[in-house]
């Protein structure tokens, strides 16, 4: 069944605009401290800051698609705000504008995130979502991993300009507003029926079924057990990876992210979505074995791979679950409790794999990870309702 061409819009927007926000992510907090002079203390509150922010406001900006009955001028605002950010960078001559740039940017992916997430389900019918998940996220991994490429080449055309560099990344965020201006059409009033609800009521929440609190615990067990890719970093430079090379891990990461998003998309509207996020599962337990044992570079990429397939299997398929079991008129509430909920544990995770990894060491760090994986797909055995089929 051919994708509505939406869906295909929303996928090129999310790739311009990754590929734009990596281009300038993978030099910002090098050209902080030594063009601007930041500390890496401020670099580090900058970034949790500018995140947790975006978690936040994703639940409100959901919650206000439903009550307003609207995705896309929401959408459009989100992706505008980070567009218009991305001069700032190449202007910025102190932190305050590096720091007003960044939360901005932040507020704008946290607007345009449950809104967006609600309204590829608008457009689609229940058995494409699989599919529209899965080609959204494999664009938008793309972008992951051409934007810190670019940043490679470009440094090496304009001999280590980071400003140059910087004003370049703005052509890529602009056509990523264009293609959601000019080729989004959202479907008419399917959402209202005349009354005005505030969404985050608890009444409101209280219609959200179970079937979707299901999924959320599931999704916030694996999110304890898959904590932030910077550790696959930190692992490739602990058994000996060049400094220069280590970003290569996570191009090899998102490649195979990219690669299998989409058909595993495709797959998950055509056969059992348990077993599907069974084999996700039993992928990130074997990364997360190779990783603990890794002795050597050839090691950290193979398990870095798996963590990408991990990821191509599992995250689009997350994204369909939550739009089949939400109510049609709350779908962006449910996107934005779920996002919201996946930044909290993410943060939980990543504390957690720190504390590990600085008392008993990586390798138990990743086992760790393999073990909570295992928790997950228990729960996921023993109650089959997490998923919509199979």
Known sequence: MRLPRAIWALGLASMFMDASSELIHALLPVFMTTVLGVSIVAVGVIEGVAEATAAVVKVFSGALSDWIG??????????????VTKPLFPLASGIGVIVTARFVDRIGKGIRGAPRDALIADVTAPGQRGAAYGLRQSLDTIGAFVGPLLALALMAAFAGNMRTVFWIAVIPAMLSVACIVVFVREPEGSQRDGRRRIPLAPAELARLPKHYWLVLVFASVLTLARFSEAFLVLRAHDVGLALAWVPVVMVVM???YAVAAAPAGIAADRMSRRSLLLWGLGVLVVADLVL???????????????????????????????????PEDLRGTA?????????????IASSLAGLLWTVYGP?????AGAVFTGVAAVGLVLSPRTVSRG
């Open 70 to 83: 609207r995705r896309k001028p929401l959408v459009v605002l989100g992706y505008g705000l980070a567009a």
């Open 254 to 256: 998102n490649v195979v």
């Open 292 to 326: 603990a044992r890794a002795t050597g570079p050839l090691a950290t990429f193979v398990g870095a791979a798996l963590w990408g397939l991990h990821m191509g299997l599992t995250q689009g398929l997350l994204s369909a679950l939550v739009a089949d079991a939400a």
């Open 335 to 347: 996107f934005g409790v779920f996002h919201l909920a996946s930044g909290v544990f993410l943060l």
């Open 363 to 367: 390798a138990l760090t990743f086992v």
